[in-house]
């Protein structure tokens, strides 16, 4: 499995950006995915992710904030972000729920004044 996430930059507070991940090797058809970040000195963390059935699930940190989406004919998912803020600055990975899948290297997202 190849993952190819992209869409970070760098934003102000209360801006939005939307990423993206393709995905190949597997079907989104037929897997759940998730969108994690890392800042620099923190652990990975979940940030949200999207069941086959469609069932959404957010960190706190983020609910009501980002919205996590996937296109299966493109096999892409996608986090879409607003009301950005400066701690949502952080590398961001899409993978399966459960990490299984070799890391892509992530997009840059930093949300500074």
């Known amino acids: 499995v190849q993952l190819q996430a992209s869409g970070g930059g760098l934003v102000q507070p209360g801006d939005s950006l939307r990423l993206s991940c393709v995905v190949s090797g597997v079907s989104l058809d037929y897997s759940a995915i998730a969108w994690f970040r890392q800042a620099p000195g923190k652990e990975r963390e979940l940030v949200a992710s999207i069941t086959v059935g469609e069932i959404e699930k957010y960190a706190d940190s983020v609910k009501g904030r980002f919205g996590i989406s996937r296109e299966g004919a493109a096999n892409t998912a996608y986090l879409q972000m607003n009301a950005l803020r400066p701690e949502d600055t952080a590398m961001y990975y899409c993978?399966?729920?459960?990490?299984?899948?070799?890391w892509g290297p992530g997009t840059q997202v930093t949300v500074s004044s």
């Open positions: 993978n399966s729920i459960s990490r299984a899948w070799k």
